[in-house]
Antibody
Framework: EVQLVESGGGLLQPGGSLRLSCVTS????????MDWVRQAPGQGLEWVGR??????????EYAASVKGRFTISRDDSRNSLFLQMKSLKTEDTAVYYC????????????????????WGLGTTVAVSS | DIQMTQSPSSLSASVGDRVTITCRAS??????LNWYQQKPGKAPKLLIY???NLLSGVPSRFSGSGYGTEFTLTISSLQPEDFATYYC????FGPGTKVDIK
């Protein structure tokens, strides 16, 4: 069974830092791109960022709202994904989901179709003074 | 960044109704568009990728169409289990469309 289990959430003050972890099992973690997605209370989904697999040099992409403050990394030997967050703002308050990405060949050269097929249960980050 | 919009933001419909949700991208995204369904308290579920490709196990009453900047998700005959919020996604997500019971 495929499982993604996040941890590391908590309550902290604006300007603080936090590191989220996601331990995975049930699939070949090293083959997959992975995403972080967040959802603020009562709000919609917000894509946070993505890390590629080893075949694609672990390239990362970020949403404009977190670029320069958040860093995604992974440890394929531990089947784990991480999200390092710094300079946290109240608007970063959300449930953070670790997500497995699947891909299909796209119509453009070297441009795949990506989608999220497995979600973790999420970990809550609350930023408040 | 490419911005995604959806319309309507919510709709009320009855079982058996045909429902159409529109998603627009701020620039050409060819067919790079997914649709998800999210029920309260649950993780989203990927329904359609590449604008019109149904994931295995997704009922055939769901269909997607469109290309470039305008896309639609259609539910041909709404079922009780379809009441949920639907999101489009290029890489960023649209704001969602909540489908509830009339």
């Amino acid at each position: 069974e495929v499982q993604l289990v996040e941890s590391g959430g908590g309550l902290l003050q604006p300007g603080g830092s936090l590191r989220l972890s996601c331990v995975t099992s049930g699939f070949t973690f090293s083959d997959h791109y992975m995403d972080w997605v967040r959802q603020a209370p009562g709000q919609g989904l917000e894509w946070v960022g993505r890390i590629a697999n080893r075949f694609n040099s672990y390239t990362t992409e970020y949403a404009a709202s977190v670029k320069g403050r958040f860093t995604i990394s992974r440890d394929d030997s531990r089947n784990s994904l991480f999200l390092q967050m710094k300079s946290l703002k109240t608007e970063d308050t959300a449930v953070y989901y670790c997500c497995r990405v699947v891909r299909w060949s796209g119509e453009l050269p070297n441009r795949y179709h990506f989608g999220i097929d497995v979600w973790g249960l999420g970990t809550t980050v609350a930023v408040s003074s | 960044d490419i911005q995604m919009t959806q319309s309507p933001s919510s709709l009320s419909a009855s079982v058996g109704d045909r429902v159409t949700i529109t998603c627009r991208a701020s620039q050409n995204i060819w067919s790079y568009l997914n649709w998800y369904q999210q029920k309260p308290g649950k993780a989203p579920k990927l329904l359609i990728y590449a604008a019109s490709n149904l994931l295995s196990g997704v009922p055939s009453r769901f269909s997607g169409s469109g290309y470039g900047t305008e896309f639609t998700l259609t539910i041909s005959s709404l079922q009780p289990e379809d009441f949920a919020t639907y999101y489009c996604q290029q890489i960023s997500f649209g704001p969602g469309t909540k489908v509830d019971i009339k």
